[in-house]
Each structure stands twice: as C-alpha cells, then as structure tokens.
C-alpha cells in the first residue's frame, strides 16, 4: 500500500494532466486546500462534475479521495451529523471495497465515519466508535499521515466518554510512537494536547505545548494555513480564559464574523465567550444571543444533536446570566425534548435541569399595561433613527413581555404574531412554529398564520414541516399550498419543480405577479429564457402601476429580469424597450447591442464547475471575455456572455480605492462562444520588453493573452551551469480562423531570438509538430 497519499495524490494529478483531463486534476490538486481551510463553497462547486468525471473514467481511487474531502467538509467545516450520516455509510462501504481498500485515502474514511455520529451524539457512540478504531488503527503503519488521524479520533472517543486522563495518556502514546516511526505529528494532534490539558485544569501547560507546536509548524515548507491561524487562536483565548487572564484571551479571540461564517470554531468561541462574562471582560448582549440561537438552530437541522445541546447549554447560562428569563426558558424546553434525539443523556439532563431551575429562579415578567394595549406600548418603548427608520427596544425584554401576554390571553391573533417575530428574531424559529402550528392546526383556514407559519418554516429550512403545512392547506387553500412548495423548491435549487408549482397556483389565480416573478427566475435557471421572458411580459401586462402595494407594481428589478431574458433570447428590440423605461442610454437605435461599457469580473457558476474571469460589459446584459482560461473550462476569451448586472460588491468608500474598482457578476449563459482555443506557453522569462513585445505581437493578430505568473514564479533548471531563472507562463487564445499548424509557426517566429526557448507541447500536438523539442524543455527546465 502506497503510504504517502499526498505523493500518490502528486501522481495521480500528474497523470490526469498528461491525459488531458485537466478539471479534474484541478479538482484533485484543490479539493483537500479548500476543506480545510473553510471553503465550502469552493468544495461545492467543483464536486459534483469531478465526482462525474472520477466514475465515467472509472477511476475509483479518486472517487474515495473526493467524496473523503467533500465529507470532510460537512462533518468538520460544516458539523453535520444525521444530514451527512447517509454518505459516511455509503463511502465507509465503498472504499472498502476490492478496488478501493488499497487506496491511501480508504482508511480516512473511518476518520469521517467517527466525526459524523460525534456529532450525533459523541458520548452515546463512543462504543461504536471505538471499535471500528480498534479495528482499523492495528493496520496503519505509525508512521502514515492516518495514524495520526485515528489516534486522534480515538482520544476524542474517549473524551467524549469522560475519561480524559485516559484520551491524554492515549494521544501522547499515539505521538510517541508515531514520532518513533518516523511521522511527523500534526498540529492538530497537539491542539487537541492543549485542549484536553486546559479542559484537565492545566491551561498554562497547553499553551507551552501550542507555542512549541507553532514554532515547529512554522519552519516547515508550508507552514500554517488559513484553518491553523484559527485554530491556535481560537485555543489559545480558551486557555488563557480559563487561566482567568482576560487580556490575553481578548486578544486571541477571533471576531464572531469567524464563528458565523465558520460553523467548527463556534462551540468553543462560545465555551471561551462564557469564560470572559464571568471575568466581566466580555459584554453579554442580546446580539451574542441571538448569533448562539441561530447557531444552535442549524445544528438542530443538520442533525448534530449533541453539539446542538452543548451550545444551547453555553447560550441559556448566558441567557440567564444577563435576566433574560423567557429566553432562557425558551432554551430549555428545546434542550428538553431535543433529549430524545440521544442514546445517551447522562450529564447533558442533569445540565439542562440546571438551567431550568437558573431560569425560573428569575423573577417573572409583569404585564405593563392590559394584554390589548401590548402592541402599542412595545412600539412606543423603540426610537426613531435619524434617518426616519424605526428600532424596536430590546428585542429580549419585549420578548418577554410578549410571553407574558401571550400566557395571560393565549387566543390573541395580535399578540401570537408579534411573539413570533420575536421569537424568529432572536434566531429561535423553531419556538415561533410550535407557537404558529398550534393555531392553524386548529383553524386551517386562517391564511395570516399559515402564511406567518410559511414563513417561519422555510427559514428554518424545516422541510418536513413545509411538506406538513403543505398538505394541511392542498385543499381548501391551494394557493398558498403551491406557493410554499414553490419557495422550498427554490430554496432547495428545484427549478423544474419550483416551475411546476408555480404554473399550477398561476392556473388556479392568473393575477398573480409575485408567483411570475419566482417562476420567471425559475426558467432562468433552468436557461428556460423563452419561458421567462413570457413571464416578465405577463407580469407588466397585470402589473397596476397606479396600486399603493408594491407587491402589485413593477420593479425595476422586473425589469432587468426581462433584459436578461431577451438579451439572452437576442430580442434586441425587448431590450432596448426596457432600457428605455430604465433611462438607460444606448448608442445605436435599433440592431444587437454592441458597446464598450468597463470593465467587471464576471463568476459563473454551472455543472463545469465555478470560474471567474476579466471582462468588459458590452451592454446593459452582456460582456465579451478577455481572459484566456483552460482549453476545456466554460467560459473563455472572445466568448460573448449574458450577465446579471447586480454586483456581488459595493464599491470601496475610499475615494482612491474606488478609480480601480468594478464589480463582480454573475454570468447567466454563453450567447456567443469566440470560438479561441487555448494553450499553454511556458518557460524561462525572456525579459519584460521581450515579453511586451509578444504579447502585443499576438494581441494585434487577433489573439488574445494572458500572463498567468508572477515574480514568484521561479524554475530551476537540470542544465549543468543555469541556475534559478525567472519563469513565466502565459496562455494564448487563437482565433478559429487560424489553424494550428499556422499558430505554431508564429509562436516559433516570434520566439525565435529569445536566449531561452519556450515550450508550447499542446499546441505542438494538435499541429503536428515535432513535439519531442517541448517535451526536452519541459524537462531541461523543470517546468
């Protein structure tokens, strides 16, 4: 068995360019960098075609490896538990199969395995768990990159089922003898060290084990990544917490833009977010609250029950700590009756009891004024802001006096939608549906709570709910059944069936514009844009520009729908009749539109992949592409693109910063392909007016360029007496008309007087040229 899998990954990515497969050697060489370091998006948008391309290849060594990274990322990134526990099932038996079991990556599969039910429930798996480790550890080698995984893992086992001098002795006896086989332990392994010494009351010990693993992680080639500056961080504010110095802990601790947009790291922002209260270093608000809530709500959906009432324990102490009664209430029934989704609740009932008896120990809240008068008096504890724009009071405190009122008169219609909201508000969803379903399980045909319900349910992401509602409303209230569907459906990136449910709510009311407008986006996505831009002329035929509700007016968002769909169905005339109620000046009248507008990145994201490119906008829906990507990628230079013109960013305040700037937008689809080919030159850098001179040699031709590298880029040749040189690798995009017998000659014409020659093997290929030359090259130079 190959014992080095990133050597084995190095070959495989090697092999997969040589046979032309480059996305999914992109997709190999990316996939691990963007789990570990947080990118989930990036994990995402390169998948599902990589996975496709590993299985019609058959090549099921990179399925295991790619399926093992993407899981990495639910299970550790994201802290999925029931939601991912399907695939760590069907990949643990996958890569245990007769062609797989041999992959350097099979055995992390296991790793994934345990992660996936720690987050179910750690303690109430920790039989499970380590059996399978007991199982699979005797057949690694200690000194593999896997060794060191499992041992991990095992520690965490038994961490989880309090005996953590044991998981300490265990982990130092897995480093020692990892480090005796000649392994390298890694950072993770002595971040778990510290925590399990700072959780053993030993918190100075750990940060003498962070600072000596720092230090050492620090001299080799790549050092620390973006996920390791967080991590020792984030341990180290724990650390210095429990040690009581406030400071120091203040200084470490991440900003909770990190946690929010890191789901692994909030658990223990939370832990060390306790800690500093109690020193009085941290202020305990509303707006922490509410962030713990939200968190503690995804955790629920994704089914990672234990890590959700850890969290829910940290967030209700606070709670209470700062007076918030009803919130801390509100808590603990959830903890309550989230204890059924355990095996094993010892500790975490005894917890959630304690919280309880915290919380009603608070005094209750006195109505201020009679149940009627509620509404009216919250209102009037907010301010108005300065720029007219109301703020509601603390949004705990009228919280609670809505549960108050609401426990004095349950039946008030007023009073259960405003505790709702505040309950929604204050990131606990789940609170406002069971107060919602209560009402339209006893009266189905009350439209405002079920469309408050609706509402609630879809934020929540509670698809079991929807599908209930749903069904409750299909027969005496359609509409708004269809309507939901249609939201889920969308939400879930259905377009065909958020479409199909569109169009039977339009069957049943034909005047309906906000269901054209989701319909509409719908078929865009589907690149249905006939279909859309039917829509969008409904829509203004029905629209009543005269109406007070905007709801039943046009917008001009309606209108740049439209633009969309008609630039991308070529109905310049369409077009250019919504430019002109938008204002929008056009150069020519009537005909294609064809202008130059500046410059903007545009970001397409398809079943290819995500990529991004330099582009100039040509009109109020289109830009042409000026940077030359990959042979096989989506987009490429001279392709003609319809975009969205909404930009993903807002320009910079600064004045200076702002004359660079141009925004970033989504492509829609391809409408015109250029028809370039692109290829690859390489080689040592012949000098910047050398370089210059090519590039707009080639650009005067017709071609476009694009230099890929920069001053890092660096070659060191097997030529006896060349040392370092500066590289450069650029890429050429030529035109249809030119073949590539003919590019291949201009490239050598052009590079012929360069001290050092160039290497262009792709080209050199599909023109029929003496490939061996760049072959030599590639190899003199190291390229």
């Given amino acids: 068995m190959t014992t080095d899998i990133w050597a084995w990954v190095h070959q495989t990515h090697a092999d997969l360019v040589e046979a032309g497969h480059y996305r999914l050697a992109e997709a190999v060489a990316e996939i691990s960098g963007h789990a570990v370091n947080g990118r989930p998006d990036e994990v995402d948008a390169i998948f599902p075609e990589a996975l496709a391309t590993a299985r019609a290849l058959d090549l099921p060594w990179v399925e295991v490896y790619l399926r093992h990274w993407r899981l990495q990322s639910l299970v550790s990134e994201r802290q999925q538990g029931v939601k991912a526990l399907s695939e760590a099932t069907s990949l643990l038996e996958f890569a245990h199969r007769e062609e ?26 920790v039989r499970e768990r380590l059996a399978i480790l007991d199982e699979t550890l005797p057949r690694i080698e200690p000194e593999r990159n896997c060794f060191d995984c499992l041992t991990r893992e095992y520690c965490a086992a038994l961490d989880d089922d309090g005996r953590k001098e044991d998981a300490l002795a265990h982990l130092l006896a897995g480093e020692a003898k990892h480090r005796a086989a000649g392994g390298d332990p890694s950072l993770s392994m002595h971040l778990k060290h510290a925590d399990l010494l700072g959780e053993l009351g ?5 940060l003498t084990v962070l600072d000596k693993a720092e230090a050492a992680q620090r001299k080799k080639p790549y050092g620390l990544d ?32 990190e946690p929010q947009a890191h789901a692994d790291l909030r658990l223990q922002w939370a832990t060390t977010v306790e800690l500093l209260v109690a020193l009085g270093a941290f202020e305990n608000s509303t707006a922490i609250g509410r962030a713990m809530n939200t968190w503690i709500a995804y955790l629920d959906e994704v089914g990672a029950h234990r890590r959700c009432l850890d969290l829910l324990v940290i967030a209700g102490r606070l709670a209470v700590a700062r007076g918030s009664r009803a919130v801390a209430l509100t808590l603990a029934g959830f903890g309550e009756r989230k204890l059924a989704d355990l095996r094993r609740t010892d500790g975490i009932t005894e917890e959630l009891a304690a919280l309880r008896a915290s919380a009603e120990a608070l005094p209750a809240t006195v109505l201020p004024v009679p149940v009627a008068d509620i509404p009216g008096h919250l209102e009037s504890l907010g301010t108005q802001n300065p720029d007219g724009s109301y703020r509601p009071a603390d949004p705990e405190a009228n919280l609670a006096i809505l549960a108050a009122a609401h426990e004095a008169e349950p039946t008030d219609d007023h009073v259960v939608g405003l505790l709702s909201q505040y309950y929604t508000v204050l990131g606990l969803p789940g609170e406002a549906a069971r107060l919602l379903w209560t009402r339209v399980e006893a009266d189905p045909d009350d439209d405002g709570m079920a469309s408050a319900l609706g509402d609630v349910l879809l934020r929540a992401r509670d698809e079991e709910g929807i599908a209930r509602l749903a069904g409750l409303l299909a027969a005496n209230n359609p509409t708004r059944s269809h309507w939901l569907r249609g939201n889920w459906a969308m939400s879930q990136g259905d377009w065909a069936e958020a479409a199909r449910e569109c169009a039977e709510l339009v069957a049943i009311d034909d005047t309906v514009l906000n269901t054209r407008r989701m ?3 719908a078929a865009r996505r589907m690149g249905d844009f006939t279909t859309a831009q039917r829509l969008w002329a409904e829509l203004f035929e029905r629209a009543d520009e005269e109406a007070e509700d905007p709801v039943l007016r046009a917008h001009p968002s309606d209108r740049w729908g439209m633009i969309i769909a008609a630039t991308a169905n070529r109905d310049w005339a369409a077009v250019r009749e919504q430019c002109a109620v938008l204002d929008i000046d056009l150069d020519e009248p009537e005909g294609p539109i064809e202008e130059m507008w500046h410059p903007v990145d545009l970001r397409y994201d398809g079943p290819q992949g995500g990529i991004a490119v330099y582009s100039v906008r040509t009109g109020p829906a289109t830009a042409r592409v000026l940077t030359v990507t990959q042979r096989d990628a989506a987009l490429n230079y001279g392709d003609v693109v319809v975009l969205d013109p909404e930009s993903h960013d807002s320009p910079p305040e600064d004045e200076e910063e702002r004359e660079g700037w141009y925004p970033t937008c989504s492509a829609v689809t391809l409408l015109e392909p250029g028809g370039f080919r692109s290829y690859l030159v390489d080689g040592a850098h012949p000098g910047e007016d050398e ?22 880029y660096v070659l060191e040749p097997e030529i006896e007496g060349l040392g370092e040189l500066q590289g450069v690798a650029f890429g050429v995009a030529v035109p249809p008309a030119v073949s590539s017998a003919d590019a291949d000659t201009v490239l050598t014409e052009l590079t012929a007087g360069w001290r050092h020659p160039m290497s262009w093997l792709k080209l050199a290929e599909d023109a029929g040229a003496d490939t061996a030359r760049h072959e030599k090259i590639t190899a003199d130079y190291s390229l």
């Fill in 100 to 125: 797989t079991r041999e992959c350097p990556q099979s055995v992390c599969v296991v790793q994934d395995f345990c992660i996936c039910h720690a987050r179910i429930d750690g303690p109430g798996y």
């Fill in 202 to 206: 030993r918190p100075a010990e750990g």
């Fill in 226 to 257: 973006e996920d390791d500056e967080r991590s020792l961080a984030m341990q180290r504010a724990e650390l210095h917490a429990r040690l009581g110095d406030a400071e120091a802990a203040l200084a470490q601790l991440l900003h909770i833009d």
């Fill in 519 to 521: 319909w509409a986006a």
């Fill in 691 to 712: 370089l210059g001179a090519i590039v707009g040699a080639l650009r005067e031709r017709g071609w476009g360029v694009w230099v890929y590298t920069d001053d890092s």
